[in-house]
RNA sequence: GGGUGCGUAACUCAGUUGGAUAGAGUAGCUGCCUUCUAAGCAGUUUGUCACAGGUUCGAGUCCUGUCGCACCCGCCA
């Protein structure tokens, strides 16, 4: 057993808890067992393409894509080029030979062959309308659990303990809550761990200040209120840095808390849970859930990590410390790297640590796949420990580890993002500025079209839009590359925004409380009709649904759902703007509505997994 | 010196296993509110996809080289 298993930090919640999925999401059983519409037509191809050109051909990647451009259809089959070399056949040929044996009557209209060979395929407006039927029915929006759940581990935010949240963790956090988010919906079985910085050589200062300011704090209980954890950080630093005395006292703590003393370890402790509910407050205010699991945890395992590694052969001492050579990696000398899980001082790094959470997520929490939500600046160390794994025995073939890597959040400078004293921006303060600014906006939009609103009203909208601002801008970018932070831009009002989406959802809810619509009470057998070509659309978009959330799901890419989510908003906007609703003859004025409420769910359950909550009105 | 990533419109960025004429959004200009919130919609201007080769039916995408930027490179995490 753990050392630190009594721990409540560990305590708190076991691996692989069931997740409580909003009732929302819960599977619906009556939902068919129907492929989303790329797979069908995947489907269908490969048959043809059998029946064409016979078994060899079978399971061929048809090369189905959606189309560069409306006019050439929805989907399109790139295969026929591929296939002119190995058939020896003229592609064009091909593609008819395909097309004549595709049976998509019940999608599609006639496929067209176009240029050198692509076959084009536009779906019936027939087949739209009975996906969109299908999506009414239960509450997952049409898109099916995984038949393959999976034991995920996402590992993301960590701070480090006794300092504060930075902008630095905005991106591990806000893009793992996302990607956790998205793979639970999916129906695996998600453990998101807080990896938090929690032990290591800064605890012997820390704990040495602690007893030096409050003595008290030690053997009564709740007798400490540090406050501001940064100031007491800075000072405990400045006495270290000055006071010879106090280092040597910092260094003798930093042994008697490895080695288990009481009174150390309670001090430890008093800084770990004034850290937490620090942290606390962040993940509350951001929606943000997460099983705490520290560096500490995995410390009584060092030492064993190390000993195998040395049995295994795998182990090397150089200059005193013990390490593993990695290969693929060199030195400036252009030698070979060793990662170091040892050092020539005894203690172990985070190396060892990571070393140790790998194979214990394995082991222990029988995990399937893992994902570190890190910044891109650690990519060889993830190669390194990854590859040191692999070699131990300890990351089989079936098991997924990936680095999931993230670039800087830049100032609009192109610099790293500071304050404008020059220090590195809290996590909160970011948060509070951008709800502050959101505010801001909102009091002077209601000035100027002369509405009231309660103050009730005021607070949770513009926190609400605020913090989705936050964490849409980042989302929306691609996440490998460094993104400009610019409070102008994400609170944009127009363009690819949080309250651009929002926006699109709050006209949905304005049209039902106009027309005194009840979504939940229309006739789910009413027949959608798809007439304008703003429906058609519309209605094309929002059949994607399942189809993105796959890609996300394995690229891990939460851009491309914002992506989705925009251009959903957009289509609706064109046919808000082009198509009346509640004016509209029945039963054309039900069928909208079904467009309406269908786009205003896809984007609430998109915006779920983003992490965003919608409102109502704004 | 080595490694990784990046370089796309004036700006911020997409670009899905290589596919058709490289796209959005901002900013600029022009229209559209007696009609479900105009926080919207429509139209319009903008490209040496860093550069040079190569691979092939086809390259922003793959390969090689060059330049530029960022990050990493033995006991911090």
Redo the contacts with the bound molecule.
């Keep these: 057993m753990s050392l630190f298993s009594r721990s409540p930090i560990v305590d708190r919640s076991p691996p692989f808890d069931t997740v409580e999925l909003p009732v929302c999401f819960r599977a619906n059983p009556t939902t068919s067992e129907m492929a989303s519409t790329l797979a069908q037509l995947k489907n269908r191809f490969d048959r043809a393409l059998t029946a064409a050109f016979g078994t060899q051909l079978s399971g061929t990647?048809p090369?189905?894509?959606?189309?560069?451009?409306p006019?050439?259809g929805d989907y399109?089959s790139?295969v026929a080029?591929?296939l002119?070399?190995p058939l020896k056949q003229a592609p064009r040929s091909i593609a008819a030979q395909i097309v004549s044996h595709l049976e998509i009557d019940d999608l599609c209209a006639p496929p067209e062959i176009?240029?050198?060979g692509?076959i084009?395929l536009t779906l019936k407006p027939a087949y739209l309308e009975t996906q969109l039927q299908r999506m009414l029915q239960g509450d997952r929006l049409g898109v099916e659990p995984t038949p393959h759940p999976q034991h995920v581990v996402v590992d993301f935010s960590s701070p480090?303990i006794a300092k504060e949240m930075h902008v630095g963790h905005l991106r591990s956090t806000i893009i793992g809550d996302s990607i956790a988010r998205i793979l639970e919906f999916q129906g695996h079985d998600v453990l998101r761990l807080n990896h938090v910085?929690d032990w290591?050589?800064q605890f012997g200062m820390l704990i040495t200040y602690l007893r030096e300011v409050y003595p008290d704090a030690l053997t009564t209980a709740d007798a400490l209120d540090i406050g501001d954890l940064v100031a007491f950080y800075k000072k405990a630093k400045q006495r270290f840095d000055e006071d010879e005395d106090f280092k040597e006292a910092s260094r003798q703590a930093v042994v008697t808390l490895q080695a288990g003393d009481e009174t150390a370890r309670r001090a430890w402790q008093l800084l770990c849970d004034q850290s937490r509910r620090e942290f606390q407050k962040i993940y509350d205010l951001l929606d943000i859930r997460l099983t705490e699991r520290g560096?500490s945890f995995y410390n009584s395992q060092l030492a064993d990590v190390v000993s195998e590694l040395d049995r295994l052969g795998l182990l090397v001492e150089?200059?005193?410390?013990k390490?593993v050579f990695v290969e693929g990696?060199?030195?400036?000398e252009?030698?070979p790297?060793?990662l170091?899980v040892q050092?020539?001082?005894g203690?172990y790094?985070?190396a060892t640590?990571d070393l140790a959470a790998l194979r214990y997520r394995i082991e222990k929490d029988n995990a399937d796949r893992l994902i570190y939500v890190v910044d891109?600046?650690?990519?060889?160390?993830f190669a390194q420990v990854f590859q040191v794994a692999k070699r131990a025995g300890w990351l089989p073939e079936n098991v997924e580890a990936i680095h999931v890597p993230f670039g800087?959040v830049q100032g609009e400078d192109?610099k790293?993002l500071k304050t404008r004293a020059g220090e590195t921006v809290r996590l909160q303060d970011l948060l509070d500025e951008a709800i502050a600014r959101s505010r801001a906006?909102?009091e002077k939009?209601l000035q100027t079209e002369n509405r009231q609103e309660t103050e009730e009203f005021i607070d949770r909208t513009s926190k609400i839009?605020g913090l989705s601002a936050v964490k849409y801008a980042d989302l929306s970018?691609?996440r490998?590359?460094?993104?400009?932070f610019s409070y102008d831009?994400m609170l944009?009002?127009?363009?690819?925004t949080a309250?651009?989406l929002l926006?699109a959802y709050?006209?949905v809810q304005?049209?039902a409380?106009?027309?005194g619509i009840d979504f939940e009470k229309i006739a789910a057998n009413t027949p959608i009709q798809l007439q304008e070509e703003t429906e058609l659309t519309l209605a094309k978009h929002l059949i994607g649904l399942s189809e993105i959330l796959d890609?996300v799901a394995a690229d891990l890419?939460p851009?491309?759902l914002c992506?989705y989510l925009?251009e959903l908003s957009?289509k609706f906007?064109?046919f808000?703007?082009k198509?009346?609703?509640?004016?509209a003859e029945e039963p054309l004025r039900t069928s909208r509505l079904i467009l309406c409420d269908l786009s205003a769910r896809t984007i609430k359950l998109g915006l779920f997994l983003l992490g965003i909550q919608v409102l109502e009105?704004?």
């Design positions: 990647d090369l189905l894509v959606p189309t560069s451009n006019k050439f399109q790139n080029m591929s002119a070399k176009a240029r050198p692509f084009n480090n910085g290591g050589t560096e150089d200059a005193g410390a390490c990696f060199t030195n400036k252009g030698k790297l060793p170091i050092k020539s001082d203690g790094n985070y640590t891109a600046g650690q990519s060889n160390h800087l192109g790293k906006d909102l939009r839009v970018q691609n490998t590359s460094n993104y400009i831009k944009a009002l127009q363009g690819n309250p651009y926006y709050v006209r304005g049209i409380r106009k027309g890609d890419l851009n491309r992506q925009f957009q906007n064109q808000y703007d198509c009346p609703v509640l004016q009105r704004m």
